[in-house]
T-cell receptor, first 113, second 112 residues
């Protein structure tokens, strides 16, 4: 079945450091891919998405490119801020008949001032 | 628009008690979902409703029941709460297949 694997955390960075959170997926069809962010005490919210191969999603300085050849959707940001401290979830939604989104386990990011 | 709302925000139950978690969305979305989030386990799907009038089991449905009351509302019921159901519960809605999901703020449930 479909699955999402993302790097284990926590990831601890200093402010202004470069961020990469790896995400790979397995899917039978042509899924849409998402990154969600969860701030402490809140629900998940969409950070960015890509719906087809080679699409780049971007938002708030974060980027991720849909790579079909490597089945990956890695999240990157050039310069993190303390306010980026949160849990990040990679997810896929397979549009070949299901109504379910598959979430990765989440990666906690701590950014130190 | 309020988006997705959940009540209550916090709840403490004793083993064997029952309760219903309420969820409502005002975005006219077709699909709605209930998840539980436990430390180190990400989100696990309990039940979902692809459209008004339909519900289906997810990954961890045992001990739960749901009702899609109308297009706006999707409730989750625990008939006889167990300590293993201590978790944070999230409701989400989605306009259609392969679209992003919109989450409520969560209900933090403790069963003693």
């Amino acid at each position: 079945g479909d699955s999402v694997t993302q790097m284990e955390g926590p990831v601890t960075l200093s402010e202004e450091a470069f961020l990469t959170i790896n995400c790979t997926y397995t899917a039978t069809g042509y899924p849409s891919l998402f990154w969600y962010v969860q701030y402490p005490g809140e629900g998940l919210q969409l950070l960015l998405k890509a719906t087809k191969a080679d699409d780049k999603g971007s938002n708030k300085g974060f980027e991720a490119t849909y790579r079909k050849e490597t089945t990956s959707f890695h999240l990157e940001k050039g310069s993190v801020q303390v306010s980026d401290s949160a849990v990040y979830f990679c997810a896929l939604s397979d549009n070949t008949g299901g109504f379910k989104t598959i979430f990765g386990a989440g990666t906690r990011l701590f950014v130190k001032a | 628009n309020a988006g997705v709302t959940q009540t209550p925000k916090f709840q403490v139950l004793k083993t064997g008690q029952s309760m219903t978690l309420q969820c409502a969305q005002d975005m006219n979305h077709n699909s709605m979902y209930w998840y539980r989030q436990d430390p180190g386990m990400g989100l696990r799907l309990i039940y979902y409703s692809a459209s008004e009038g339909t519900t289906d089991k997810g990954e961890v449905p045992n001990g739960y029941n749901v009702s899609r009351l109308n297009k706006r509302e999707f409730s989750l019921r625990l008939e006889s709460a167990a300590p293993s159901q201590t978790s944070v519960y999230f409701c989400a809605s989605e306009p259609g297949v392969s679209y992003e999901q919109y989450f409520g703020p969560g209900t933090r449930l403790t069963v003693t």
